[in-house]
């Protein structure tokens, strides 16, 4: 039996979401053809397109395994390409204000580590060498075109690099376009309700660098984050290998948008971070770019899941429904990831008698446990300050605590280390850290006897409270 369900699907925008999409959808269409406005080069080179791009782009373990599931092989090209293998308990220094750091532990999973131009043009020729999936770049999606009175999707209208406009049809049009500005017009031209937004505003400032570092200054550990204070400490750092024996080192500031000026002036600010080990590195550092900076004001979830419909044949993706502080590095894993869903909603609507339509309820259906996990993670931090605004969920002082009990088991407990770099690195779902076995062996460190297994605390509407609960003994 053939697994198609259209002639042509389309993707708009060939970063990390366009390019997974499109290889898990060649199986089911006879042609995917994906527009890119940027004209690609089949190298590893910044564009204006994705100006986040000349910023650290970490692909967590579980973007990692997804992508290999949808591009088999993936992974050693891109360590081929020159991509770093980092043991993600071993070799990552991980800074937190009221721990100290996590023991630096064989605990399993690793990612790889490069530049996003280089994790891009790998995964560009992963699905350039897919026979039925055409990467036409230099194109511009203008318009998702759709029949006005059954809100029907038809295809795209695109212009070329030379100004020319064209009509293509289409069964399917999947909008990576990051911003998602082409199904907002559609929701405008069709008059339907946008989709409902959580918007948490975190006004960040990344300034970022590339550098290259002596073997001395990088003996103990092969990636840092550093992470912030709340409300005493807004700034976060990071540093991460990257191809060429090259790093790339970034700080995050919270509520500022100067420009810093000049690289003695960069180099203090990670003196204000709360520890020394990025400022300690980077004075024996050699920059080798000008500084870059990019703003970062708000996290976004557009809640597509709850509108009461979409039209028929449009499904946006990635960055497109959700944007999350970068800091996490999720991004790029979380649209890896609803890739993955994609590839699953499309099996289960083959045999149904409208798979376009299946396929979309199906995708979005799911979509929110795919998120959940790291939108959680990534805004809680950013809530911890009290001027952050935006909606901050039930119980969320009880999880804050949770998760500070968390880490101080994780620091003497490999198993609950383990189960938490999991999580973090979205291998596993949040609500790992909440079952029975995990619970029990963060109480036990912790010093606390009973409560925070109680059913209550289970699904989620946590009781915990660290400084309320009785010491054992
Ligand atoms: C400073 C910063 C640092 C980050 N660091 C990390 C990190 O460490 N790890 C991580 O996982 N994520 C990180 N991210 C997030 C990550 O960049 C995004 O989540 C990820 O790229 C989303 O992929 P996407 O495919 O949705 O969008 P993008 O990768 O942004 O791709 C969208 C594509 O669509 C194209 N396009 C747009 N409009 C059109 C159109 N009309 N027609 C045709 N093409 C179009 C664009 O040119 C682009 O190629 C970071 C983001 C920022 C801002």
């Not at 049009?173 to 918007?199: C, H, I, N, W, Y």
């Not at 949770?402 to 490999?414: N, S």
């Not at 779902?429 to 963060?442: A, D, F, G, N, T």
């Amino acid at each position: 039996m053939s697994n198609l369900i259209g002639q042509r699907a389309i993707v708009i925008g060939a970063g990390i979401g366009g390019l997974s999409a499109a290889g898990v959808l060649a199986p089911y269409f006879r042609q995917v053809l994906l527009l890119e406005r940027d004209v690609l080069k089949p190298a590893a080179q910044a564009r204006l397109g994705v100006p986040q791009g000349r910023h650290p782009h970490g692909l967590l373990a579980g973007g990692l395994k997804a992508v290999n599931e949808i591009f088999p092989g993936f992974e050693d090209a891109l360590v081929r390409a020159g991509g770093v293998p980092v043991g993600v308990a071993r070799d990552i220094r991980f800074e937190h204000p009221e721990i100290g750091r996590l023991p630096q532990r064989e605990l399993g999973p690793r990612v790889v580590c490069a530049s996003r131009p280089l994790l891009e043009l790998v995964l560009r020729q992963k699905a350039e060498a897919i026979p039925n999936l055409e990467i036409r770049s230099g194109c511009k999606v203008t318009e998702i075109v759709s029949e006005p009175s059954s809100a029907n999707v038809q295809g795209v209208r695109l212009v070329n690099q030379i100004g020319v406009s064209s009509f293509i049809d289409a069964d399917l049009v999947v909008d990576a376009s990051g911003r998602g500005a082409p199904t907002a017009a559609l929701f405008e031209a069709l008059k339907l309700q946008p989709p409902e937004t959580t918007t948490i505003h975190i006004n960040l400032c990344y300034t970022s660098a590339v550098i290259e570092l002596p073997e001395q200054a990088t003996k103990n550990w092969k990636l840092v984050l550093t992470l912030n204070d709340p409300p005493r400490i807004g700034d976060r750092g990071v540093l991460v290998p990257m191809e060429h024996n090259r790093w790339m080192v970034t700080i995050c500031q919270r509520g500022r948008l100067e420009r810093i000026d000049g690289w003695d002036s960069y180099v203090s600010a990670f003196g204000e971070l709360i520890t020394p080990t990025i400022h300690d590195a980077l004075r024996q550092a050699k920059p080798i770019e000008d500084l870059r900076q990019f703003a970062f004001p708000t996290s976004s979830w557009r809640h597509f899941e709850r509108s009461p419909r979409l039209p028929r044949g449009l499904l946006p993706i990635a960055d497109a429904i959700c944007r999350f502080n970068p800091i996490h590095g999720q991004g790029m894993s979380s649209a890896a990831l609803q890739a993955r869903l994609l590839r699953d909603a499309l099996a289960d609507a083959i045999t149904e008698s409208d798979p376009v339509a299946a396929l979309q309820q199906g995708f979005m259906a799911e979509v929110a446990s795919v998120l959940e996990t790291p939108w959680a993670m990534s805004t809680s931090r950013d809530l911890m300050f009290p001027d952050t605004h935006g909606p901050r969920p039930e119980h969320f002082q009880a999880n804050v605590e949770f998760e500070l009990a968390m880490f101080r088991a994780a620091v003497i407990d490999p198993v609950v280390h383990k189960a938490a770099m999991d999580v973090n690195q979205l291998l596993q779902p949040r609500s790992l850290l909440r079952s029975p076995h995990i619970m029990e062996r963060i109480e036990e460190t912790n010093g606390v006897r009973t409560g925070w297994s109680h059913p209550e605390v289970m699904t989620g509407s946590s009781t915990f409270r660290l400084r309320t609960t009785v010491p054992r003994g």
